[in-house]
């Protein structure tokens, strides 16, 4: 399978600070990732799809002000919590789309590990 | 409607048991399909990409039903370590749309 990572893998912070959480495809090219948080027992819930040059999709709800999407390279996306408040605290895991275009294999969302957001 | 329903369960099974998923999806026109499981704290890692024939790895076996459009997951002569979240994930109208599911819970009992 591929290989993606997030990092750090957790942080903690006082409210009103902003936190920079990083995802890397390491083993291919993604153009577009995707940033999910989930709050303790409850599904994964998308938050915005990030596109290599462009910008962000963002899902209803959710703040493209408060969480700001950068994704400057193939291999890269940056997702920043801005002004975090306790109500953010949360796991956030991105995920980057493997593309098998002509391979005859679906393309294919690979995850990274996580971060794990606790804002006192 | 949901873009994707799963059985929430918890699925409680002994070891070497036979478990079986389902999954329903909206959209006719999908035509990506994976089981993913998801461990607890931990990120989903892809279990399967399901394929219109059929596919099976070991002792899971995934399966495509179009006409009623369902996916299924089935587990043979289940461990201890199957035990996790799956997810069941149908890819939308666009290449880079997907629809999780919410997840079937599975315990594995000794």
């Known amino acids: 399978g591929a290989v993606v990572s997030q990092h750090p893998s957790r942080v903690i912070c006082k409210s009103g600070t902003s936190v920079k959480i990083e995802c890397r495809s390491l083993d291919f090219q993604a153009t577009t990732m995707f940033w999910y948080r989930q709050f303790p027992k409850q599904s994964l819930m998308l938050m915005a799809t990030s596109n290599e040059g462009s910008k962000a999709t963002y899902e209803q709800g959710v703040e493209k002000d408060k969480f700001l999407i950068n994704h400057a390279s193939l291999t890269l996306s940056t997702l920043t919590v801005t002004s975090a408040h306790p109500e953010d605290s949360s796991f956030y895991i991105c995920s980057a789309l493997r593309l098998f275009a002509g391979t005859g294999s679906t393309d294919t969302q690979y995850f990274g590990p996580g971060t794990r957001l606790t804002v006192l | 409607r949901k873009e994707v329903e799963q059985d929430p369960g918890p699925f409680n099974v002994p070891e070497g048991a036979t478990v079986a998923f389902n999954c329903t999806y909206s959209?006719?026109?999908?035509?990506?399909f994976f089981w993913y499981r998801q461990d607890c704290r931990k990120e989903p890692k892809l279990l399967m990409s399901?394929?219109?024939s059929g596919n099976e790895d070991g002792r899971f076996t995934a399966q495509l039903n179009r006409a009623s459009q369902y996916i299924s997951l089935l587990i043979r002569d289940s461990k201890l370590s199957d035990s996790a979240t799956y997810l069941c994930v149908v890819n939308g109208d666009t290449g880079n749309q997907f629809y999780f599911g919410t997840g079937t819970s599975l315990t594995v009992i000794p």
């Open positions: 399901v394929y219109s």
């Open positions: 959209n006719s026109a999908s035509q990506s």
